[in-house]
């Protein structure tokens, strides 16, 4: 099979209202999301040795519980061609049984077959075999009866089972199910080494002589490919598949220099991404980017501070924006977002002339 598109998605939000372990069998109540997120976190780094492509569905900060819908459609728009989601289970109030159960909604027999050798693959590193009477369930769960591709939900042990939950909340739980999930996607779905691609391990692509084009300094775009780390780390702090993003800087026209801000516009994880994966984010019409834009109702705003630094996100540290550096007092702008910067102050994003977009601190800008 050539190249496999895989949709993760880790169930919940760190802040979801009531799925945690419980209590008694870990004091720390550890949230679901952590633990799902955990498992995905590690498919995914594991994956980039893989010729494959991974979009995370989830807020991968844990901030936002992204809703099932614009899960499904982040996965139905990027075409994947399989779809994964973990999620811990509960609902047996401490009792000691409990154990993994793979969910699908296939109507193939191959389909079929894949959720009983995932289930199979996962337990057989986990060993976390429980007491459920069927293990592998066909059940229209909404992320399985609306993605168009195939996809599983594993229900990944019990946080209030006196057996599983001490189990789950192990690392060596979430490595071990990450390895059966990964001999699942090798020896069953086909999925391949990336072929050599010289430099082995040289994260960094070299960087051609041209012009950015239209992903100059502070487009901002959405990275539909491969985010490739700018050193060390193993992908560790890079902007997840999916996210909005700003060109910070470019390397010519195969590769922008991106940083995330998926949820917080402040925030400074560095990427880098090629053009080709690069979708600019339409100036007039952001809200066809569902679920990574929120519509923002756009007002007037006068400038009331002399030579206010127009920067390309917000911060104090960050970047001036290069096609308009500065507002002058008086100066009319459209503010046309918000967001926090690092230090928690409030920003406004605004279009400068009708084209110019940027950001400045919101105590220099009033309402006209
Ligand atoms: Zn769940």
Redesign the pocket.
């Given at each position: 099979m050539s190249e496999i598109k895989i949709a993760l998605d880790a169930?919940?939000g760190l802040h979801t209202m009531g799925?945690r372990c419980m209590e008694e069998f870990d004091p720390a109540q550890t949230r679901?999301w952590q633990l799902n997120n955990r498992i995905m976190d590690k498919l995914e780094e594991e994956l980039e040795a893989y010729d494959c492509r991974v979009l995370r569905v989830d807020d991968t900060t844990g901030a936002q519980d992204t809703g099932l819908s614009v899960r499904v459609m982040q996965a139905n728009r990027w075409g994947a061609n399989l779809y994964l989601s973990m999620?811990?289970n509960g609902g047996i109030g401490g009792k000691s049984g409990g154990g993994t159960v793979v969910y699908h909604d296939c109507t193939t027999e191959k389909g079929r077959r894949l959720a009983d050798r995932l289930y199979e693959q996962i337990v057989a590193k986990t060993q976390l075999v429980g007491n459920r009477s069927s293990k592998v369930v066909q059940r229209a769960y909404y992320v399985l009866a609306n993605t168009k591709m195939r996809a599983y939900l594993v229900e990944n042990g019990f946080m209030d089972s006196a057996a599983d939950t001490p189990v789950i909340i192990t690392e060596a739980h979430a490595d071990k199910t990450v390895h059966g999930i990964l001999d699942w996607l090798k020896q069953d779905c086909g999925l391949t080494a990336k072929p050599e691609a010289g430099g082995g391990g040289a994260d960094r692509p070299e960087e051609p002589d041209t012009d950015p084009g239209d992903l100059a300094v502070g487009t901002e775009v959405v990275v539909n490919g491969t985010i490739y780390g700018t050193g060390s780390g193993k992908g560790k702090g890079i902007p997840k598949v999916g996210a909005l993003m700003y060109v910070t800087g470019y390397a010519g026209d195969r590769y922008a220099f991106c940083w995330g801000v998926s949820k917080t516009p402040g925030g400074a994880r560095q990427g880098w991404a090629r053009a080709e994966d690069l979708q600019v984010v339409p100036d007039k019409d952001e809200s066809q980017i569902d679920g990574i834009t929120s519509s923002y109702r756009e007002w007037p705003a006068i400038c009331i501070e002399p030579e206010t630094n127009v920067r390309i996100c917000p911060g104090v540290d960050k970047d001036i924006l290069a096609a308009w550096p500065k507002l002058g007092r008086g100066n009319e702008v459209d503010v046309i977002g918000e967001g926090p910067a690092p230090n928690g102050k409030l920003w406004y994003r605004v279009r400068i002339a009708g084209v110019h977009k940027g950001w400045v601190y919101s105590g220099y800008l009033k309402r006209r």
């Open positions: 169930g919940h799925r679901e999620h811990h």
